[in-house]
T-cell receptor
């Protein structure tokens, strides 16, 4: 079946503009995660959604970052007033609630803020 | 908070040889999961191998195996008979198995080069 998809693949934006990054999880996966991968760094957790529960926003670096998940499926990560330090690859993952809850990753969106 | 440390930013191995990537972690939990992910230039994170902390037997997946030392909080990855396609970034990751789902905690990665 289809894996996790993300769009756009690459995004270049000017400092101060808002951007929206989209994630389509695997059908039926109840959990969805956003991670950020800055150059030379590992993946940093941003936010995750589990079913209809309130999302865990503990990893969001500032109030310029927000995310929503509509209908328990597609998620959008929004970054307002982008800064150069926001440049990174943003990865989305999804998982089921059963078993080892393996997380399946999308190909990521590379965001460049100029 | 849990942390994961990969002390080798870069490693290289000759094709067909064996290489070991190191990972240590810090946690006060007794039950958890450990993972190795591979990230090729395509950016797609691929799960290589997983280990449940309550299992003493080291996990093995074909040419990939781990050396899990729970007391030492060490989780190294051994790649045997290295192939050119193994060249990638490798990330060690930790997750607490609360009911439901929890995010992964990643190390900073090791870039593996395979020399023909």
């Amino acid at each position: 079946g289809a894996g996790v998809s993300q769009s756009p693949s690459n995004k270049v934006t000017e400092k101060g503009k808002d951007v929206e990054l989209r994630c389509d999880p695997i059908s039926g996966h109840t959990a969805l995660y956003w991670y950020r991968q800055s150059l030379g760094q590992g993946l940093e957790f941003l936010i995750y959604f589990q079913g209809n529960s309130a999302p865990d926003k503990s990893g969001l670096p500032s109030d310029r970052f927000s995310a929503e998940r509509t209908g328990g499926s597609v998620s959008t990560l929004t970054i307002q007033r982008t800064q150069q330090e926001d440049s990174a690859v943003y990865l989305c993952a999804s998982s089921t609630r059963t078993g080892t809850n393996e997380q399946y990753f999308g190909p990521g969106t590379r965001l460049t803020v100029t | 908070a849990q942390t994961v440390t990969q002390s080798q930013p870069e490693m290289s191995v000759q094709e067909a040889e064996t290489v070991t990537l190191s990972c240590t972690y810090d946690t006060s939990e007794s039950d958890y999961y450990l993972f190795w992910y591979k990230q090729p230039p395509s950016r797609q994170m691929i799960l290589v191998i997983r280990q449940e902390a309550y299992k003493q037997q080291n996990a093995t997946e074909n040419r990939f195996s781990v050396n899990f030392q729970k007391a030492a909080k060490s989780f190294s990855l051994k790649i045997s008979d290295s192939q050119l396609g193994d060249a990638a970034m490798y990330f060690c990751a930790y997750r607490t198995p609360y009911s439901g789902n929890t995010p992964l905690v990643f190390g900073k990665g090791t870039r593996l080069s395979v020399i023909a």
